[in-house]
C-alpha cells in the first residue's frame, strides 16, 4: 500500500466545496494543520464562528472523502473558527483556535458552562501514575454524596474515559446544535475517545488540541452540575494551559506516586497550577502501598510518604493515600470502578474519604468567593 501524501489529500479536497465562498475547500484557503502519519489524516476546516453547526456536512464530506483515498486507515477532520478580537469567545462546532502571542488572563475568567457550579483538574506531572483512575473514583465518590456530577476526559492523545466509565458508542445531539454526554453510573461523561476509535492515534498539533478541548466543554449540553472533574494528560503543555486560562478552575488535585521522580514532576504540574492563580487543593498518594493477599504482609514497592512530605514542604494539604490493589485495576479494565462496584472495600473508602476532603474545599471556596466557577455552551 502506497503512503498517501499531502499533495495527494489537498487534490481530493479540491472535489469539495465550501457553501459559504463558493470555492473548493483548498482555493478557499480554510484547510489548516494538515498532517498525515502512517496513513492517519488530520486537519481542521477554519469556518465562521456562527456557521459552525450548519458546517457539518461540510465537515463529513470532508472526512469521507479523504478516509476513501488509497493509503489512508482513518482521517480525523474538525471544525474551528477564529475569535474575533474584540468579542467574547465564540461557538464554532470544533471549539476555539486562539492565535499564537495572543493575551490570556492567568485564570479563566470566561462563561463556557452556566450550568456547571465548580471545576476541578485531577492532573500529574507524569505518566503511569493512576491519575485516570484516580479521577473515576474521585468523580464517582462525589456523585455518592448526592451531588450531580460530570466527567471530562481532557487527554486527547491518550483518552481512556471511554474504558474505564465502562462506555461505549458515540455521543447524540437531540438538538442539532450540542452533544449530549454519554453516561455511566449517574455520571455525564465527555472524552475524545467516544470520537475516533481507541487504536487510532490523533497527530494534532496544540491549536487543534485546544480546539477540541473547548468544543468538549462548550459544544456538549452538560446541563447542572454541581461539579465537574477533569481528567487532565500528564504534564504541563497545551490542555493544562488551555484549561487553565479559558476556564474558572475552582482547584486542582495532584496525583504522584512515592518515589522522587514522581514527586519532582508532580511538583513542576503543582508550581504550573500556583502561576496562573489556581488554588491546589492537595496531593494524592496513589501505589501508595502493596498489601499481599496471601499474607497480609505489606510491601512499600515505591518507597512511602513521599508525598505527604511532599505537601508539608509545598505547603498544600495531603488528601490521602491508596495502595496497590489487583481489584482496582481489573475493576478499571473492565469498566466497573471499585468505588462503583465495590463501595465497602477499603480501597473505596479511601477514595470516598479523598472526594469528601475535595469536597469540603470546594465549598470553601464558594463560601470565600461569591462568583463561584464555572464553565458555559453558547
Known sequence: M????????????????DPISG???????????LQT?????????EVPAEKGAEMEPLRKQAEDTVFALPGVVSATVVLTAERAPSAAPAAPQSGQQTKPGAPVSPQGQGDLLPGVKSIIAVASGKGGVGKST??????????AGGRKVGLLDADIYGPSMPRMMGISGKPNSADGKTLDPMENYGIKVMSMGFMVDEETPMIWRGPMVQSALEQMMRDVNWGELDVLVVDMPPGTGDAQLTMAQRVPLAGAVIVSTPQDIALLDARKGLNMFRKVDVPVFGIIENMSYFLCPDNGKRYDIFGHGGAKKEAERMGVDFLGEVPIEIEIRERSDAGTPITAANPDSPAAKNYQAIADAVWAKIEQGQASDSLAPRIVIQ
Not at 470555492?23 to 494543520?33: L, N, T
Not at 502519519?37 to 476546516?45: K, M, P, S
Not at 484516580?134 to 456523585?143: C, Y
Open 2 to 17: 502506497s503512503e498517501v501524501t499531502n499533495d495527494v489529500i489537498l487534490e481530493a479536497l479540491k472535489g469539495v466545496n
Open 23 to 33: 470555492k473548493d475547500v483548498v482555493s478557499a484557503g480554510i484547510i489548516q494543520g
Open 37 to 45: 502519519l502512517d496513513g492517519n489524516v488530520a486537519f481542521a476546516i
Open 134 to 143: 484516580t479521577a473515576v473514583n474521585l468523580a464517582l465518590g462525589l456523585a
